[in-house]
């Protein structure tokens, strides 16, 4: 997709909501019923349809336009992409990709939340949130999704093959097998008996559609939308509650364009598609484009849409993070076939792939990060089942077969008839001819994905999105999956198929991630934790285009958790007015007036000796040393506002990163709350010190802290480098404050250095963002050197000679 921005300066200020929601998948569900449960005025831009029950297409006619590209005519559910390493399936509809997706509901393992991840091509993958963050989150998602898991001890759930055939490789294999958690009800409500097609209640909130639903048919159609209404997804629950609760849910309504607002908040651009009979092109860029405003906008419109839409309008957003469009990832996707499954006797066995839901059961193989071993990185494999009629297409796809089939029912008809055959019923020459169906009843198709590498870069060519990823890096993950889905064909006694994709080393992913990923600052990230823009208060981004990395699971409940968390932080930390109106962000103009003002960030390594028992810093560096006992700090120093930074008598910035200590703890061992400060005054004039304090737990969950201090002053001889590169170090018992100090238990003691070569490469770390982010850097440059001449004056002037 390609537009061009309108002047939204010169519009008129048209109609304000308190809330903007760009798109409804999880991520802008979940924000639309919190922000409107809160008495806030809503509105949600769906580019898509509604797709009430009964309402998907099945016929061929129906899907041949049941894809989405509007200057085509064609504004149906399907959205495909096609990139030079991948391609991907999206959807276009109110509810997003739960309309489509195959309903698992499963948490991210605590211990793939990684923690400065190497990754192959330079840089980390980072998640700035955790498992126990999250878990009250997940708890909120599925109290309103209502997941069952697939009922298999009953009738007739319990002869499911495919989900049989599952749970016996997993136990051939060693490894651990589960029924998922599915937003599907198998039961007309949690607790009820299960049954096919019984009639499912309305909640509270009632239902948008307005239609009823049934429980599961179990056809194996959840990819191309329930037409009975057994999923619960986003349009039965969450949308349906927002729009209970006051939220403007608006479909075929297109954003085209965003910018801060003149008078604070934001302006969303978008045009509005008219649905026509058939397929006539259209031109876009012609249709009326229409404005509303927002003191708060939510982007949730998908990877790919959001990221396209910053992107686009990088213009009007000065200061956005250089990490926009990075950190793309497919999510580990990888679909594969085992086919002509056998049984003990060498008997053909049924897998019928076509019965229950897409997805029934999950086998999961563990991460390094779960073991402690190598560096295996964790996936999953799960089922996934496939509607009949792809049955009947894959017979028909064996032509070989098909042909000599009916060959001979044309050679034996021809024969009776010139033969003048007194048998009338013709039943077995066309069960014949149909053939006894082994192919398809002995096929299943897998799902792989887990963490695959996310250096995939997102941006615009030619105006165009484009995706710059390969499966190269990711090799030693994908040859790691397609051996597990070969060891289940082998167990099952059934043959392995690739993709046909894999031909080329190219995989089809429905799980896009990345673009706008969180980080800790804007050097690592384009978001915070809680999916705030860095340098652009009220705007968020709560979609999968925040994802650091791959989920590795299922993604659509750790999004939609995410966006939960990140509209509670918003709702409990920004206070309402009494006419519930939020807070208006800073405008354009407020903001490069310094209301939010540049920042800078750089990175420091420093490496040195540290000595258990030892109080003193230089005996604990000589002790350290000759024990062995190595300590470094990796840190990345950030100032959110360059002016207040400067202008402050303290100079204090906050801390991320790690310390590496083996005496204190396996492993990096992070920096949970940090801070620098620049050039504090010591107690004589022309005496300064750097102070360090960094948070951190070590071995047995000890909470330890770092307090560090740089002596910088004029001594006789050229002394600048070593003040500026030496480190004092206690690590104290407990998270200490300053005036805690003195009767704090000192651990250790030491001294770490900045080495020249790790001094050379900070200085290509220095990072600027917002309105004026060169001058920042500017400012903290006279600031640096100010008090370095204050300190060296003498030394400067010839005064003192060593």
Known sequence: MRHNGPDLARRPAGEHADVVVVGSGFGGSVAAYRFAEAGLRVVVLERGRPYPPGSFPRTPAAMARNLWDPSEGLLGLFDLWSFRGLDAVV????????????????????????????????????????????DPHYDAVERMLQPQRYPLGRPPYDTTAKTLAMREAAGRLGLEWELPPLAVAFAPEPGAQPAPGLPIPDPEYGNLHGLPRTTCRLRGECNLGCNDGAKNSLDHTYLSAARHAGADLRTLHEVRWLAPA????????????????????????????????????????????????LLTCMSEFPGLSPMLGARFSGNGDLLTLILDARDGAGRHRSLEGSRGPVITSAIRVPDAADTGQGDRRGMLVEDAGYPPFAEWLGEFAGARGQARRAGRFLLGRIGALLGHSPQSRINAELAALLGDGHLSDGSLALLGMG??????????????????????????YFGTLRSVMRDMARVLRAGYRDNPLWLARRVITVHPLGGAPMGRHPAEGVVDEYGEVFGHPGLYVLDGACMPGPVGVNPSLTIAALADRACEHVLETAPQTASVTAPRTASRTERQAGAASSGLSFTEEMRGHVMPGSADPEEGERLGRANGHPLAVHLTISTGDVERFVADAGHEASVAGWVTCPVLGGGRLRVEDGSFNLFVAGEEPARRRMLYRLHFTGDGDAPLTLAGFKDVHDDPGADMWPDTSTLYVRILRGHTRPAQDAEAEVVAAGIIRIHLPDFLHQLTTFRTWGPDGAAGLARFGRLFLGELWDAYHDLAAGARVP
């Open 262 to 309: 003149p008078g604070g908040g934001y302006t969303v651009s978008y045009v509005v598609h008219e649905p026509r009979e058939g397929r006539r092109r259209v031109n876009t860029r012609r249709l009326p484009q229409r404005t509303i405003t927002c003191d708060r906008l939510v982007l949730a419109a998908g990877t790919l849409g959001t990221t396209y839409l």
């Open 451 to 476: 963490r695959d590498i996310p250096d995939g870069l997102m941006r615009l060519r030619r105006g165009f999105l484009d995706v710059d990823w390969t499966t190269s890096t990711s090799m030693p």
């Open 91 to 134: 959807s276009s509809g109110l509810g997003g990709g739960s309309l489509i997706y195959a309903n698992v509901l499963l948490r991210k393992p605590e211990r793939w939340f990684v923690k400065e991840s190497p990754l192959p091509g330079g840089g980390y993958e980072h998640w700035p949130v955790t498992r126990a963050d999250l």
